[in-house]
């Protein structure tokens, strides 16, 4: 939405950083990309409902040019709002419309997103994304997995799993793992489990996460990143 304002080399800093190159592609079918991802992912149809969009708040004297208002909501679907950043007590109005407009739009789980405006401000431009209360699982058949790390010899006759019983030879025929991740009004519940068959002639495949890692929600029909977040281990500081 910025790159609509942008000109020369400020514009095409914002169009590199996001890697868009124009000798390969105009900016309208950029704008257009994006207007056509908002009103996917709006969709009411889809499985997985959420709510995106952007919105720009502007000082009540700033005029702006007439084409970027039109701009804005052809391919962003937003509304132009006005505010007033000029004195300390038009400030804090103008955080509570910005901040009342953004908890609205994300039923109350974005709260106080702007703070200690500056009185030079006269553009504000928001953008939220609010995915309603949903649930993903997944069943996994691990075998292949193991054999292309090397893990073979567990599923074959040459099985060693005598620690278990002296009654029988055994080996690992199967195994699955099953993960469910519901995220609700409340908050967030994950559960997993494996399941490991075991037949005569498999022990408990341990996995231990010793680092961070990077958690994606991503939206297959667009190939977009709707979510990315790096997971820590809560225990450190």
């Known amino acids: 939405m910025l790159v609509l304002g942008a000109k020369s080399a400020t514009r095409n800093q914002i169009l590199e950083a996001l890697t868009f190159n124009l000798t390969e592609i105009e900016e309208k079918e950029i704008h257009d990309g994006f ?3 908002i009103q996917l992912l709006n969709s009411p ?18 005029n ?6 039109d701009d804005v ?11 007033n950043f000029e004195d300390p007590e038009h400030l804090a109005k103008a955080e509570k419309q910005i901040n009342d407009y953004i908890k609205n739009k994300t039923q109350g789980k974005i709260t106080n997103l702007v703070k200690d405006l500056n009185q030079d401000t006269l553009l ?14 997944g069943t996994y058949e691990l075998k292949d997995f193991f054999m ?21 030879n055994l080996k690992m025929s199967r ?10 009004e409340n908050g967030t519940e994950a559960a997993a489990a494996t399941f490991l068959e075991i037949v005569a002639d498999s022990l408990s495949p341990t996995i231990e996460f010793n680092r961070p890692f990077l958690m994606m929600i991503v939206d ?10 790096k997971i820590m281990n809560p225990t450190e500081k």
């Open 35 to 37: 207007h056509h991802l």
């Open 148 to 168: 292309k790390l090397g893990v073979a010899k567990v599923f074959s006759n040459q099985a060693d799993l005598s620690g278990i019983t002296q009654d029988a």
């Open 45 to 62: 149809d889809r499985e997985i409902q959420l709510s995106m969009g952007n919105a720009p708040f502007v000082d009540v004297h700033l």
């Open 64 to 69: 702006l040019l007439q084409k970027f208002v």
């Open 73 to 83: 909501k052809k391919f962003y679907d937003s509304k132009v709002f006005t505010s």
């Open 220 to 229: 297959q029909a667009t190939n977009s990143i709707l979510f990315m977040g």
């Open 124 to 137: 504000v431009l928001v953008n939220y994304i609010f995915f309603k209360v949903f649930s993903v699982s």
């Open 175 to 184: 195994a699955v793992h099953k993960a469910m991740l519901n995220v609700y």
